[in-house]
């Protein structure tokens, strides 16, 4: 079945470092692609999101880049600061109905500090 | 910005015990989802529902759960015996077609001992 497989965290960085967080899914076709982010004490909150292959979505100078080659969708950001510090959740979805279900990745923890 | 809203935060409940988890969806959404977490493991899917009944569910979504949206507003999920590996975060989420995706709520970590 569908898989979705995220870097393990925590993701300690310092503030304007560089930011990777690996994601590869496994699924017969070409299903659409999402980030979502948790904040401590809030429910997750869409990111960014691609549907077809070489779309890059970006949000909040966070993006990533459908790679049907690599089925990838790795999550970047150029400069992170402290408020970035969330979970991350890869996640891919079906297309075939409006009550389509969502599978996630275990989620990546990111810890920016100062 | 409207939210989804989940209650209570933290329930402790014994093991065989009932529990019911609360979850306010945005307000002209019309698809309505279960999901839980496992300290550690995935997000899962547990359960979507449409028009008053259940649209799909997962293998984990067996004859112990149940979903019902009593009054028009409240969607809720219940569970009839819990087990220990119920123990889990519940997210709620709801949809609407053309409104963006589906909307999370924060979620209520439930502990079976």
């Known amino acids: 079945g569908d898989s979705v497989t995220q870097m393990e965290g925590p993701v300690t960085l310092s503030e304007e470092a560089f930011l990777t967080i690996n994601c590869t899914y496994t699924a017969t076709g070409y299903p659409s692609l999402f980030w979502y982010v948790q904040y401590p004490g809030e429910g997750l909150q869409l990111l960014l999101k691609?549907?077809?292959?070489?779309d890059k979505g970006s949000n909040k100078g966070f993006e990533a880049t459908y790679r049907k080659e690599t089925t990838s969708f790795h999550l970047e950001k150029g400069s992170v600061q402290v408020s970035d510090s969330a979970v991350y959740f890869c996640a891919l979805r079906w297309d075939t109905g409006t009550a389509s279900k969502l599978t996630f990745g275990t989620g990546t923890r990111l810890q920016v500090t100062l | 910005e409207p939210e989804v809203t989940q209650t209570p935060s933290h329930q402790v409940t014994q093991m065989g015990q009932e529990v019911i988890l609360r979850c306010v969806p945005i307000?002209?959404?019309?698809?309505f989802y279960w999901y839980r977490q496992i300290l550690g493991q995935k997000v899962e899917f547990l359960v979507s529902f449409y028009n008053n009944e259940i649209s799909e569910k997962s293998e984990i979504f067996d004859d112990q759960f149940s979903v019902e949206r009593p009054d028009g507003s409240n969607f809720t999920l219940k569970i009839r015996s819990t087990k220990l590996e119920d123990s889990a975060m519940y997210f709620c989420a709801s949809f609407r077609q053309g409104l963006g995706e589906q909307y999370f709520g924060p979620g209520t970590r439930l502990t079976v001992t």
């Open positions: 307000s002209n959404h019309l698809y």
């Open positions: 691609a549907t077809k292959a070489d």
